[in-house]
């Protein structure tokens, strides 16, 4: 059973960063792309960034030129390095698992596996 934990939330002030990371269990990982999902008080889940199992990036326009997507097969993680965080930027991030490996999925439905999530609150 594939287990993915998030870990390096907490509070921040804006303008701050903060490093996100995310551990997969499984043998199958460096196959898988990689993605991140970020869900605010009463709004849905939307897209953060994804990285491909050969390492193609995309970053929501929201996020773009401040956030880092990279991974580290030989360890099976996943982070996320957040820059000049913004209030607008507190939120629960998930990270999450598309088996598919080759595309940019920007979608949550095409992700099969899901992380508990990390909060991220950014204080101004």
């Known amino acids: 059973q594939v287990q993915l934990v998030e870990s390096g939330g907490g509070l921040v002030q804006a303008g701050g960063s903060l490093r996100l990371s995310c551990a997969a269990s499984g043998s199958m990982f460096s196959r898988w792309a990689m993605g991140w999902f970020r869900q605010a008080p009463g709004k849905e889940r939307v897209f953060v960034s994804v990285?491909?199992?050969?390492?193609?990036?995309s970053y929501a326009d929201s996020v773009k030129d401040r956030f880092i997507i990279s991974r580290d097969d030989a360890k099976n993680t996943v982070d996320l390095q957040m820059n000049n965080l913004e209030d607008e930027d507190t939120a629960v991030y998930y990270c999450a698992a598309d088996t598919s490996g080759w595309r940019i999925a920007p979608f949550a439905r095409e992700y099969e596996y899901w992380g508990q999530g990390t909060q991220v609150t950014v204080s101004s």
């Open positions: 990285i491909t199992s050969d390492g193609m990036t």
